[in-house]
Each structure stands twice: as C-alpha cells, then as structure tokens.
C-alpha cells in the first residue's frame, strides 16, 4: 500500500510538471502574439469575463481569438494545477495516516 501511494504522488508529481511545461508553452505563444500586436490587459480582465468583453475586446477586435485563447489557458492552467494539488495533498495525508 505505501508503494502504491508514493508511486501515486510521484506520477502525480510528473502530471504536474507535464502540465506546466505544456500550457506554459502554449500561454507564452499566444502571449507572444499579443505582445507583438501591442495588446495591454490585466489580470483583472483575465478573471472577468465581463471587464474583457466590455473593454478590451472592442479595443482589440483583430486580435480577439487570441485574447480568448490566452483567457482560456490561463483558466485551464489554474484549473489543473488545482486539481492536481489537492489530489497530490491527499494522497500525502493518506500516506501519512497508513504510514
């Protein structure tokens, strides 16, 4: 049963490294794109969709697939990385009760 748990963390572990480099490979392309159209927004855009729609989008109407792109990472980037650390936070307390 211990194997089995650290094996667990451990591959939970490498799933989050996975995650991290894929969608950070992915965000910093789409980041690059908007960089380069000189696209300004805050993270209190990224967070609202309604602050986004209201006034960056109409703003930036050429570049709206990829403002939507990078929202959409960046949620699901958060979204995993949440997941995978309370996953890895229970197996921990798991394996620290049967230890």
């Known amino acids: 049963m211990y194997t089995l748990l650290v094996s667990i ?9 996975f995650v991290n480099v894929y969608f950070r490979a992915k965000v910093l392309k789409t980041y690059g794109i908007l960089v380069r159209n000189r ?12 602050r986004l729609e ?7 109407p050429h ?3 990829e403002i939507e792109a990078f929202v ?11 997941v995978l650390i309370v996953l890895i936070t229970v197996f921990g ?3 620290m009760y049967y230890r």
Do not use: D, K, S, W
């Open 9 to 17: 963390i451990i591959g939970l572990f490498v799933a989050m490294l």
């Open 39 to 50: 696209v300004q927004f805050g993270a209190a855009h990224v967070f609202n969709r309604r």
């Open 54 to 60: 209201e006034e960056i989008l109409p703003r930036y």
């Open 63 to 65: 570049c709206r697939r």
């Open 72 to 82: 959409q990472h960046i949620h699901y980037t958060i979204r995993m990385a949440t």
């Open 93 to 95: 307390a798991v394996l």
